[in-house]
């Protein structure tokens, strides 16, 4: 069953509370998001695959879960930082900083299981098709 606009606000309003707790359902696996200590005054909003956050499940050459791509945040990082570029090419160009290192301006992206707000999880989370709420009295 689809979750309706006004459970999605709920869930919303759920998450930014105090010890949130949530379950879904998608295919065969179960995701619970809980609140997280990340470091001594932060928390984040931990996402939880069959019970379990792994960290080499990041990396996408790893044997993984088919729905990390859907549920975890995707972060995109640049190989060079704008520094290192900008002083690579004054030194030797831009064509020859080109190419002698062709990926100079290359991205490459990951997956972390950390969301800082709600709101971003609650927008990535509507666009799943097929995600189910298991019901709050359920958790």
Not at 2 to 20: C, M, N, Y
Not at 38 to 45: D, G, R, V
Not at 87 to 116: C, D, Q, T, W
Request: proline share 4%; aromatic share 10%.
């Amino acid at each position: 069953m689809a979750i309706s606009k006004d459970q999605w606000a709920e869930i919303e309003t759920e998450l930014q509370g105090f010890f949130p707790s949530m379950k879904f359902k998608l295919a065969n696996d179960e995701i619970a998001i809980n609140k997280v200590r990340i470091s001594e005054n932060k928390f984040e909003l931990g996402v939880y695959i069959n019970g379990e956050i792994k960290g080499a499940w990041s990396l996408a050459d790893h044997e993984r879960p088919v729905c990390i791509e859907n549920v975890w945040k995707e972060k995109i990082r640049s190989r060079y930082s704008p520094s290192a570029i900008k002083k690579l090419e004054k030194e030797i160009g831009k064509r020859n900083a080109k190419k002698h290192v062709p990926n100079l301006h290359e991205k490459y992206s990951y997956h972390v299981p950390y969301f800082s707000k709600a709101s971003v999880l609650v927008r990535q989370f509507k666009k799943i098709e097929g995600l189910e709420l298991i019901k709050k009295e359920d958790v």
